[in-house]
Each structure stands twice: as C-alpha cells, then as structure tokens.
C-alpha cells in the first residue's frame, strides 16, 4: 500500500509541473504566486530528471560535449547559488521572513523555458541541420527561430521577475537593483563557461 | 458550506495580497508601470511573439547576411 501511495504521490507531482508549465504560459503571475506558497520535492525532481535526461541524449548524438553529470550539476549549482544569492541580497534588504527553499522552488520552475529552448534547438539541429543560407528558406527559418528564441527570452525574463517578486517580497525598484548586481555578476561566469566550452548558450 | 466558502475565500485573499502593491515616488510613473506590466500577467506571448518577430525582421534587414550567420552560431548553442 505504501508503494501504491508513492507511485500516486509522484503521478500527482508530475501532473502539477504539466498544469503548472501550461499555466505559466497562461497566467504566469498567479501561477507563479501559487507556486511561491508551495514546496514539493517530488516536482523539483522531476524538473532536474528533464534537465539531467536532456543532457544525457544530447551527449549521445554530441559526444564532444562535457560529460552529462558535469554539466547537470553546474546548472544544479547555478540554481543554488543563484538562489542564495538572492536570499542573501533580501536578506540584507530586511527581509527576514522570506525562505531559501521558496527561493528555490520558484527559480527552478523559470529553468522550463530554458528547457524547451535547449530540446527544440537539438531537435532542430537534426531536423534542419545548420548551416542556414541565404536562400528564402534559409531567410524564413532564421527569423522564425530568432522569434522563437527571443519570444522564450523574454518570457524567461517575465518568469523570473515573477519569481523574485513572489519569493522575496521585494518591490519592483529593488528587484530592478538586485538584478542589476545579479547580471554584472553573471556576465564574467557567462563568458567563463563560453570559454571553458561548458555551455555555448548559458543554460540558466 | 458557509464555512468552506469563507475559509477559501480568506487564503484566496491571503494569497492575492502576500506582496504589496508597486508603487514609485511618482503617481505617473506608477501608473506608466501598471499599464505597461499588466497584459504581461494573462497570456504574455500574445504581446511577445508579434513583438519578437518584429525584432527579428528588423535585425535581418539591419544585418542582412550577418543575421543568417548569428543564427547559424545559434543553432549550434545547444
């Protein structure tokens, strides 16, 4: 009976991350403020499993690339830090009520556009391989892919306000600074990680 | 029933009012934030995907063969 409560546990968690990645295309500002109340671990599992299983099909076909688990848990530890980077920064702002695993919780669900970004693109490398031409339909794909891209940046941007707001409590002008300070740290890792060939596209 | 409707109702309300209002020094600038961010809460690919296909015409036309090239980079990003 015990296994029985266990698999519907995890059937539910996985439910949840569907609805809840269909509603953060929808309504993302209530989803994510509902996402903020809660703390599932079964979900947050599920989400790395994606992570995790991507970079394991993706080093079949791309065995160049960095072994799968280094590259799972540099953007595990991307998350964490970038989490307790945040908590700190509330933190120092006076806010003593916020919680890390919130902090947590809510970023990773802002990993889902980064996920579908990063599977398209390998589905499209093996589909339409690179490179594009100048012909009308190497025109046509490089406009809707940038559109395509661009459209799950900034969605990503919206997901991850979202996700400050609701965990940190902060307003929108601190969100703004703390940003700020969060991208001028990000920029040298950004390009350290281009340099080093551990992520072309940061997966963040 | 009386009770249960109540009792959603009150952490519905919790929830909705977990984080204050934005607000700025100035009431225009308030208002200028509202009604830019707003249709970003309900259905924002409607405003991003005409706004990034937009983006992504222009960037062909400035760039022309160079636009081709970068998504050529691009699609090795992965």
Redesign the interface.
């Known amino acids: 009976m015990d296994f029985k409560v266990f698999f519907l546990n995890i059937a539910a968690s996985f439910i949840l991350v569907f609805k809840r990645t269909y509603f953060l ?6 989803t994510m ?2 996402i ?2 809660d703390f599932d671990i079964t979900q947050l599992v599920i989400i790395y499993t994606f992570v995790y299983a991507f970079f394991q099909v ?1 080093h079949i076909y791309r065995p160049i690339s960095n072994p799968p688990f280094f590259l799972f848990f540099m953007v595990v530890l991307n998350v964490f830090a970038t989490s307790l980077f945040f908590y700190v920064i509330s933190f120092a702002f006076g806010k003593r009520d916020i919680q890390f695993s919130t902090i947590f919780f809510t970023w990773s669900y802002t990993l889902i556009p980064t996920i579908i970004w ?1 599977t398209t ?2 589905v ?2 093996f589909l339409i391989p ?5 012909s009308f339909n ?2 046509l ?11 799950l940046l ?2 990503k941007f ?1 997901l991850v306000y979202f996700s400050i ?2 965990s940190t ?1 902060l ?3 601190r969100i703004v600074f703390i940003m700020l300070l969060y991208m001028s740290v990000l920029a040298p890792y950004i390009v350290w990680m281009y340099l080093s060939n551990i992520f ?2 940061p997966f963040l | 029933m009386t009770i249960t409707n109540y009792n959603h109702l009150k952490n519905k309300l919790d ?2 009012y ?3 209002p ?3 020094q100035y009431g225009w600038l308030t208002f200028l ?1 509202k009604r830019t961010t707003s249709p ?6 409607l405003y ?2 005409p ?3 937009v ?3 222009c ?2 036309k400035i760039m022309g ?1 160079l ?3 970068m ?2 980079i ?5």
Not at chain 1, 25 to 30: D, G
Not at chain 1, 130 to 134: A, E
């Open positions: 295309i929808v309504s993302p500002y209530k403020r509902k903020s109340t993706a990063f693109s390998f499209l490398y690179p490179p594009r031409t100048m190497g025109k794909f490089s406009i809707v892919f940038t559109t395509f891209s661009l459209s900034l969605w919206i707001r609701f409590k307003d929108v002008a072309r596209v | 929830e909705i977990m984080v204050n934005n607000s700025f934030y970003l809460k309900y259905m924002p690919l991003i995907i706004f990034s296909s983006c992504a015409v960037a062909y063969s636009f081709i090239h998504v050529t691009l699609q090795h990003g992965f």
